[in-house]
């Protein structure tokens, strides 16, 4: 119990996630003019119907993460948050200025795959592609696992479930080859860098801020 209080103010940040996905309603459309990214390469690889499934993973998979980063890594957690936060606003802000879409494939059968794809399809517009928020976010957890989490299977367990899920965005014509390899190339610049620099800077405020109070007493 202790430690679930100890936890909720940081797993509140979580919040922010929703919160800023708003932003993204707002441009899944086409107003402005949308671009095909779609090269070669991606008319190469196959439509996987079955990938959906692993597609609609992403959603427990990244909440699962980040409050097993949370409890248990706590830096690494702040480092993936930053991560994604930034990153999903990089995103709204080339969707905004460089819309693009993806062409989806014609879709037959009834089966509960394709029910899913056509529910999907329905709810997600093909306009904000490039970079994939999808893949963001999911590399984002992937590069908090392989900098900070110690436990061997927990490790394999995020990297294997991480990949797939990148994977699938392709598999179900989601995204092409340019959103993902753009999403990923995002994600390790804010990870690599920018996150780096923006803890250091609020450890500094707070530390400063701990200094002055102490001082005044």
């Known amino acids: 119990m202790k430690n679930i209080k100890f936890n909720i103010i940081p797993l509140s940040l979580m919040l922010v996630i929703p919160a800023i996905n708003v932003i993204y309603r707002k441009l899944n459309n086409p107003l402005n003019g949308c671009y095909n990214l ?11 119907k079955e990938f959906i499934v692993v ?29 994604i936060i930034l990153g999903m606003l990089l995103c709204y802000m080339t969707y905004f200025f460089f819309q693009t879409t993806v062409p989806r494939p ?9 029910g899913i794809i056509k529910l999907t399809y329905r709810w997600d ?13 999911t590399y984002a957890a992937i590069r908090g696992c392989m900098e900070g989490v110690k436990n061997k ?8 479930t991480g990949i797939f899920i990148i ?9 092409v080859i340019l959103d993902l390899i753009s999403a990923i190339i995002l994600a390790e610049i804010l990870y690599r860098f920018a996150v780096g620099f923006i803890l250091e800077k609020c450890e500094m ?7 002055n109070i102490n001082s005044e007493q």
């Open 38 to 48: 779609v090269t070669f390469l991606d008319k190469q690889v196959p439509f996987i």
């Open 125 to 137: 517009k093909p306009f904000n592609c490039f970079p994939s928020i999808h893949v963001l976010t």
């Open 205 to 211: 405020i707070l530390s400063n801020k701990y200094i």
């Open 106 to 114: 014609a879709l037959y059968g009834r089966d509960i795959f394709i």
């Open 55 to 83: 597609y609609w993973a992403w959603y427990p998979f990244l909440i699962l993460v980040l409050i097993y980063f949370c409890f248990n890594y706590r830096n690494i957690y702040y480092k993936t948050m930053i991560t």
């Open 167 to 175: 994977l699938s965005t392709q598999f179900v014509k989601q995204h």
């Open 153 to 160: 299977f927990n490790k394999m367990s995020i990297n294997f």
